[in-house]
């Protein structure tokens, strides 16, 4: 998946935005202010990181060269994923997925009760 693809989809999901916290080079794709995912652009081949219920991400581990504990993560629950062409697209983007749907689950209340009310409005 060509990176151009990767942040079209990440900030087409509900209420997500990208923000540059740690450099300039890193994207961070936060929903309501937490972060789901983050993209390392500028090693060959890139990275994506992103969270995953503990037990998947260890199962993707064993089972793909492309998957390895989260860089600079909880290694837990983050996930790094080389873009390197050998994880399909449709698999890649069903663990974008679950990423967020888990962060968006974790959140208070009140902020999944506004990103409910920002749908309406689309």
Partial sequence: ?????????????????????????????????KMFAYVSPNVSPPLLTIKLEPLHGQLLRSTYAAVMPGYHMNKDHWNSVSLDGSVSEDELLSWIDE????????????????????????
């Fill in 1 to 33: 998946m060509d990176l151009d693809r990767l942040f079209a989809y990440l900030v087409s999901l509900r209420g997500v935005v990208e923000e540059r916290p740690f450099t300039p080079e890193i994207p961070v794709f936060k929903v309501m202010g």
């Fill in 99 to 122: 990423s967020y749907d888990l962060v968006v689950e974790n959140l208070p209340h009140q902020a999944r009760k506004k990103l409910a009310e920002e749908q309406k409005k689309s």
